[in-house]
């Protein structure tokens, strides 16, 4: 009776009771549902609220659960949306207590009960749950091999476990649908690698990583995606990664090769997914470059050809800077094992210094006529490359300079500006120090065209009726001059020579001239049988051969070496360019060989002709040096390295004032390794040498610490 008292002050009738109680419907007047809670009813309100929604949604699974076939996903999403409905409904009623009594009692909220309860009743019911995983698993199924399925239905399905708490769906559906789906791309994986080669198989990877990706904008959690794009890449690219890139006739090194940029872009872009994919790739592809550079440079038939041994080299490189920015986002990684690879396989061939200053001069001599400016800048720009790479740029450096001087010297230069711009390049990358000698070249011969100027000027008038001379004076320093042995020149050349002479030290105080009549040139007239005349431009040891036939038609070997006293090398090659070059042999040799021997005699070939005015009658010489020209500028270049390591060695010391031999060796190396590598036993000897002249002394105690005294 005291109930139903309280039950009437509160405005409400039996009937409102018993429609809360037996959950027919979930509508209570507003106004009743707060008269409850402010009359201390709320508990009442909200556990006849738990029962009655509870008792009708137990009704709910039980027709869900008899509900057949396809249709079972439809009914579930159509009765979760009415519930949906209807708990907004409640919450509108019941909002007074939602914001009064719940927080006051720290009971769950009417919208979030609701859920609860769907998710307790519904959801994991014994007869639902399994039957819900089993469903949603079987439609991805279906699409993953084919199917169509509805898309929206399922967003709907998925959407319902996400509200319901990301503990649902992740425990409910996203577990299982993980292992699923690792399973099915373990299984799919396996058959792929047998039948497929390298790049179909990552064709297929790739459409599979694509569809799982679309498959989570569809109807999956977003934060799905990094979940399951890591399963696909576990199973499909990391299981069989060593595989894929090792695959005969069609892994990695095969693409390359071949210049499958698509296939290779495919392969980064998949292997960049998985931890160590990138690295795999990098060191297979580090490996293939110094193998192919190996037998680049080991190769006796690729040597013979210094020009063409480095224009491989350049098409390699270009090769694979092709793929690695078409197909490897320009990762500097791969730029960078490029680069230590070609390093490393180029500095195998210790004559790489000396071929690329002969492609240099090739190039600087002929290679570049007719080609523009951007494109000479381009050629000299792949040379400064592979300058870079060099670990002894000192060498080439003396190369270089030679090759220079005869450019210079014979006027067979393409262009000046060009010659310029690889020397400014030169001297960006290597300092002033590195290039100075070589501009120094460059004033000689501006230098040189002044002085002739003047003395044609001053004796021009006296020599009108003599041979006309070229004189280019030479800065002992800065060019690569031996000292030779000045040849016997011809009493017509010599007195003009002496005129020169005297004219330059008349306007020269404290200058000393000395004639490298090894890098001179010559143009003489000759007349031959039936009065036929040609101009030969001849070097100027050839000069001094041929002007010994005004007087004689016969010479010996012999005579001829006692009438010049040309060096017997460059006698013997100034004699072969005359006498054995077809169409130059102005000479004749008996007996007719290839070779010159010392008892071979030469004729004046009065028979020569050429339909030629001017004939151009080159020496016969190697491209490259001779073992012991090579001897001799590694001589050379020794020598010119102790000074160097010297000063560094005292640099060193001077800062520090005392050091330990090891770590004297670390720091040489370092300050020195940008022109050449120093010999750790040259540094120890250059050490003991500056201890002779007490720049340095050894530590009484400790005989590997030096001390430096000032």
């Known amino acids: 009776m005291q109930h139903k008292k309280l039950i009437r002050q509160a405005g409400l009738s039996n009937v409102d009771v018993l429609i809360l109680s037996r959950g027919k419907s979930y509508l209570i007047p507003p106004k009743n549902a707060y008269n409850m809670v402010l009359h201390k009813f709320g508990e009442k309100l909200y556990s006849g609220l738990v029962s009655t929604m509870t008792a009708h949604l137990k009704e709910i699974a039980k027709h869900i659960e008899s509900t057949q076939g396809g249709l079972f996903l439809e009914e579930l999403n159509r009765i979760w949306a009415e519930h949906n409905k209807a708990l907004q409904m409640i919450r509108d009623i019941l909002m007074y207590m939602d914001r009064t009594f719940i927080p006051s009692t720290h009971k769950t909220p009417v919208h979030e009960l609701g859920l609860n309860l769907w998710r307790d009743n519904i959801i994991h019911s014994s007869k639902i749950h399994k039957r819900l995983q089993d469903t949603l698993l079987e439609l991805v199924q279906h699409e993953r091999t084919g199917e169509v399925i509805n898309r929206g239905l399922m967003r709907n399905v998925i959407q319902m476990l996400m509200d319901l708490g990301s503990s649902v769906y992740q425990e409910d559906f996203e577990k299982p649908f993980l292992d699923v789906s690792a399973d099915f791309y373990r299984l799919e994986s396996q058959q792929y690698i047998e039948c497929c080669d390298c790049g179909d198989y990552l064709k297929k990877a790739e459409k599979r990583l694509i569809e799982e990706i679309e498959r989570v904008s569809h109807y999956l959690d977003t934060k799905s995606e990094p979940k399951l794009t890591n399963v696909v890449e576990k199973e499909m690219i990391e299981s069989h990664m060593h595989r894929l890139v090792h695959m005969e006739n069609s892994g990695l090194v095969n693409m390359i090769v071949n210049d499958k940029y698509e296939d290779l872009g495919r392969m980064y872009n998949l292997f960049r997914r998985v931890s160590t994919g990138l690295a795999l790739i990098r060191d297979v592809m580090t490996t293939h470059i110094r193998e192919i550079g190996k037998q680049l440079v080991t190769d006796p038939e690729k040597l013979k050809d210094p020009v063409d041994f480095v224009q491989r080299l350049l098409d390699e490189k270009d090769k694979h800077d092709k793929i690695i920015s078409s197909a490897f986002n320009n990762d500097k990684t791969f730029q960078n094992a490029l680069n230590s690879s070609f390093e490393f396989f180029i500095n195998l061939n210790p004559r790489s210094p000396e071929f690329i200053s002969l492609f240099v001069d090739d190039k600087l001599r002929k290679g570049l006529k007719g ?186 070997y012999k005579e001829i070496e006692q009438a010049t006293e040309i060096p017997a090398s460059d006698l013997k090659r100034c004699l072969q360019s005359l006498a054995c070059v077809k169409g130059k042999n102005v000479l004749r040799k008996e007996p007719m060989s290839k070779d010159i021997a010392e008892d071979d005699a030469f004729y004046f070939n009065d028979k020569f002709s050429s339909k030629f005015y001017k004939v151009k009658i080159g020496t016969v010489v190697a491209q490259k040096e001779s073992e012991p020209e090579k001897q001799e500028t590694r001589q050379r270049v020794e020598e010119d390295r102790k000074p160097q390591i010297e000063a560094a060695i005292v640099r060193i010391m001077k800062s520090r004032r005392v050091l330990d031999h090891n770590n004297i060796v670390a720091e040489v190396t370092k300050q020195l390794q940008s022109r050449f590598l120093p010999n750790p036993v040259v540094i120890k000897k250059r050490i003991e040498s500056l201890i002779e002249r007490e720049f340095l002394e050894r530590d009484k105690t400790d005989r590997k610490l030096y001390r430096y005294l000032a």
């Not at 001297?427 to 290039?435: N, P, S, V």
């Not at 040139?521 to 049988?529: E, I, P, S």
């Open 371 to 556: 080609v523009t400016e951007e494109d000479v800048e381009i050629i000299l720009d792949k040379v400064m490359m592979l300058f870079r790479y060099l670990q002894e740029k000192d060498v080439f450096e003396k190369y270089y300079k030679q090759h220079l001087a005869k450019r210079l010297l014979s006027g067979k230069t393409v262009s000046d500006d060009a010659e310029r711009s690889l020397i400014v390049k030169l001297k960006t990358e290597c300092g002033y120090q590195f290039t100075s000698k070589l501009e120094g070249m460059f004033t000689d011969m501006k230098t040189s065209q002044d002085t002739m100027q003047g003395f044609h000027a001053a004796v021009g008038a006296d020599l009108a009726e003599g041979p006309s001379l070229t004189v280019q004076v030479l800065t002992t320093g800065s060019w690569p001059t031996q000292s030779v042995n000045t040849c016997n020149l011809p009493s017509e050349i010599l007195g003009v020579c002496d005129r020169f002479k005297t004219y330059y030290l008349g306007t020269h105080t404290g200058r000393r001239l000395s004639w490298q009549t090894n890098m001179g040139t010559a143009d003489l007239k000759a007349t031959f049988g039936k009065g036929q005349k040609h101009e030969l431009n001849v070097s100027t040891y050839q000069m001094c051969i041929l002007m010994l036939f005004n007087k004689s038609d016969r010479m010996s």
